[in-house]
């Protein structure tokens, strides 16, 4: 094809769309299925209903190919898990028994059974649940969900696109099976799994896909030679189908660097990239293959997981160096939709100003219909859009609320000696010691206790208007003396006031930071049906006033002991946020760091002198590609420094992680300059111990003896346990006793009773202490 006609062929798709629903009617239907309040029939037509609503609002917005197959009741890579047969034998009967059913038993296990492990996808907030492989394992084909689908979409007279989990990235994403070697690697199962995926797409052409998309997100990730040579050979493979659709091999999150050459090689008819934030990387990579000059070519211009209005003319740049490398080049968001939320037309709290500079994900499909249409057209065809587009940047450039002097100065000011303390961690343990004389093995809590139903009521009355601001604090006093008054009966050495006060450790900042904004309707699936509204990192940051310090100072007035001033740190607003895209993140995170930083200051002022900046989304957003790391840790660690370098030397910093697989990053943590870490490890039998050991990490931790992650109560002789365990990796002087992370999930009884037998753990084990 010429540049021309490629251009004048260009066609406008998605790979995946929101799941829920305007009103959120899946997660309705799902959790009333599984009350017994929706019949399974009602369900499905539910399901059904928001699928064909989707596929009619994107055709009808000038999406050219429809994505099927991307539905799910629960996640993708399990929808994945069933059509490939790789059910694990614990859910075998249940599956036979109830197809529906034994789905959701995989999905969130029963009394009987344990569900599927679940794990972030890749660096997003979406969760998948893990596919368990073993050299037993034996796929089966089960197409019925795709076929039915993709019959769905064709039925309404649309042009659709089956979109499947690859089978490279599926079996990278997988662990071992119960039972199987610790070392055994899902990878060797290819050849058994590639009949299966040619059975799929037999049964997807027989039921009219001219094309199939097959996402290999995994290939964006550093890929051994033995990986890359596993992906060529599975493509070779399909390509050499006959009974098949032409295939799209799709890739995004990050530049597709080594695996380039060997998807460009692969008999395949078309790849997709993204041209976002690894545009550069993509479009050099491409050029060192040649272009793909006998492949369609789909171009991730829209990024399809941040919030932001489309930058239409370097989009169409972009697109129009693509065209000469490239036999057909069609325009797309970055990855599906399904990260963002449905349509910012439901804001109605947010200042039209500000929201002309969003794009949720029906503001997304209208840019890449324009961009489509500018493509094939020229800019002639778009010129309302380019202008209004044009305005709309303008404005997020020039407004206050993204360039505020003051924040700016202050944080270009911001110098070395800023985020490092006035004494370094061996020398300001002394003095620490010396204020808070704390005893051997010191026992604490993460931070918040249970979320009490009066409590969730209280903020309910409050945003009904049925108590005032007054009677609402009030209530959430009441809450801190009882949380005071249990800790000082159960004999805990440092308290914390509970975190009564606070929906959501990010929200709640958030809310009172200048910068953000919040969303009523901006829902995005965590996973299944837990939806969560990130807030938007809109701005520049700052803190009109403490957000934390009277209710540490009102818990500190009842006690003597020390009152632990809880905060979340600057990465993890971050993380859990949808970021602004017009500078650099560690730029932003440092205006985070300044404001949280006052925040830590204040609270010393007000008498606290043990403060916890919780950093529990550090390990999460590390960059897919290791070359990436180091630039995004020196950011992350500068930011928590900031954050806290500004306190006195007796002051005792904590930090708290959770998450049990953080060997690689024992470095950054150290970085932290943190007095005190605490960390999950109850499940672990204290693992990450032995790994701070390993790296000699020289600091105090407290490497969790309390999994609240279920409702069993620990026995006091069970922590004990742990605690020697802890011991034989940590020096007594530096180990603390705490639970695996904060208590809000947990109810109160158990609670009660495991904080009792953790503090009796500590007192038995400083017993069998030797004297010093
Ligand atoms: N301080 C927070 C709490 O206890 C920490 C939560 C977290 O690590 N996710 O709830
Ligand atoms: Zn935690």
């Known amino acids: 094809m010429t540049t021309k006609s490629a251009a004048a062929a260009a066609r406008a798709t998605v790979y995946g769309y929101p799941r829920q629903g305007p009103n959120r009617e899946l997660k309705k239907a799902i959790e009333g299925y599984w009350k017994g309040r929706v019949t399974a029939g009602a369900l499905r037509s539910t399901a059904a209903g928001l699928r064909r609503a989707n596929w009619l609002q994107l055709a009808g917005a000038g999406i050219h190919e429809v994505p099927t197959g991307d539905f799910s009741y629960y996640d993708h890579v399990l929808d ?16 036979a028994a109830d197809p529906l059913d034994g789905y959701f038993a995989m999905a969130r296990g029963t009394q009987e059974v344990a569900p599927l492990e679940m794990t972030k996808w890749f660096d997003t907030n979406y969760h998948y649940l893990v596919p368990e492989l073993g050299p037993d394992t034996v796929f089966a084909a089960d197409s019925a969900k795709q076929v039915a689908e993709l019959r769905e979409a064709l039925a309404l007279g649309l042009t659709a696109r089956p979109v499947l989990v690859g089978p490279i990235t599926y079996l990278l994403l997988a662990k071992p099976a119960p039972g199987a070697p610790a070392d055994f690697e899902p990878l060797t199962l290819l050849d058994r799994l590639l009949p299966v995926y040619a059975e799929v797409l037999a049964d ?30 599975a493509y070779r493979d399909l390509g050499a189908l006959t009974d098949r659709p032409e295939l799209l091999v799709a890739s995004y999150f990050d530049r597709l660097g080594e695996a380039l050459p060997v998807l460009a090689k692969a008999p395949v008819e078309g790849l997709a990239l993204d041209f976002t934030e690894a ?56 990855c599906s939709l399904l990260h963002v939320p449905l349509d910012t037309a439901a804001e109605r709290d947010i200042d039209p100003q500000i929201l002309r500079w969003l794009a949720f994900a029906r503001q997304k499909t209208a840019e890449i219909v324009t961009l489509a249409k500018g493509l094939a057209g020229g800019t002639g065809a778009i010129t309302a859009e380019l202008a209004a587009n044009r305005a709309g940047l303008a404005s997020r450039a020039n407004s206050p609320i993204t360039r505020d002097p003051a924040v700016r100065a202050r944080a270009a000011a911001v110098t070395e000696a800023d985020t490092r303390r006035s004494q370094p961690y061996a020398e300001r343990t002394a003095a620490q010691r010396a204020h808070l004389r704390l005893p051997l093995l010191p026992t604490t809590t993460i931070g918040s206790f249970p979320q009490t139903g009066e409590l969730r009521t209280a903020r309910a009355d409050l945003r009904a208007g049925r108590i005032d601001t007054a009677g609402y604090e009030e209530r959430v006093r009441a809450e801190i003396r009882e949380v005071i008054s249990f800790q000082e009966k159960t004999g805990l050495d440092v308290l914390v006031h509970g975190e009564a006060e606070r929906n959501d450790m990010v929200q709640y900042f958030a809310e009172r930071l200048t910068g953000f904004l919040a969303t009523q309707h901006g829902w995005v699936q965590s996973y299944g049906t837990r939806y969560v509204r ?13 957000m934390t310090v009277r209710w540490t100072a009102y818990a500190q007035s009842l006690t003597d002991r020390p009152v632990k001033g809880m905060l979340t740190g600057p990465v993890t607003m971050l993380a859990w946020s949808f970021v602004r895209d017009d500078q650099p993140r560690g730029e932003t995170a440092r205006q985070v760091a300044l404001a949280l930083r006052d925040e830590v200051n204040d609270l010393e002022a007000a008498g606290t002198s043990v403060i916890q900046v919780d950093e529990p989304a550090l390990r999460e957003t590390l960059p897919l590609r290791t070359a990436d790391r180091p630039a995004y840790l020196a950011w992350a660690t500068e930011a928590f420094r900031l954050t806290t370098g500004g306190v006195r ?87 603390w006793v705490n639970p695996d992370c904060g208590l809000k999930t947990r109810g109160w009884p158990e609670t009660r009773a495991s904080l009792e037998n953790l503090v009796t753990a500590a007192r038995t084990v400083r017993g069998e202490l030797p004297a010093s």
Request: aromatic share 2%; with cysteine.
């Open 534 to 546: 990130p807030p938007i990192l809109a701005g520049d940051i700052s803190r009109p006033e403490p």
């Open 279 to 334: 545009a550069a990387a993509n479009l050099d990579g491409l050029a060192a293959v040649g272009g793909l000059p006998r492949k369609r070519l789909v171009a991730g211009v829209v990024n399809g997981r941040d919030v932001w209005v489309n930058d239409l003319e370097r989009s169409l740049a972009t697109l129009g160096t693509l065209l000469g490398l490239a036999d057909r080049v069609d325009v797309a968001a970055s």
């Open 204 to 233: 997807l052409r027989a039921a009219g896909a001219e094309w199939a998309q097959l996402d290999e997100p995994a290939l964006v990730q550093d890929r051994t030679p033995a990986e890359l040579k596993a992906a060529g050979r």
């Open 649 to 735: 030397p007796g002051t005792q910093i904590h930090t708290h992680m959770c998450y049990a697989e953080f060997g690689d990053i024992v470095q950054a943590i150290d970085d932290l300059d943190a007095d005190v870490i605490s960390l999950e490890a109850a499940r672990s039998h204290m693992r990450v111990a032995r790994e701070l050991a390993a790296h000699g990490y020289p600091r105090e931790a407290g490497p969790g003896v309390y999994d609240i992650h279920s409702p069993r109560v620990p026995g006091a002789e069970e922590s004990a346990e742990l605690l020697r365990t802890g011991l034989k990796a940590i020096p007594a002087e530096r180990l």
């Open 80 to 95: 994945t898990t069933v059509m490939v047969g790789a059910i694990p034998d614990r859910h075998r009967d249940a599956v």
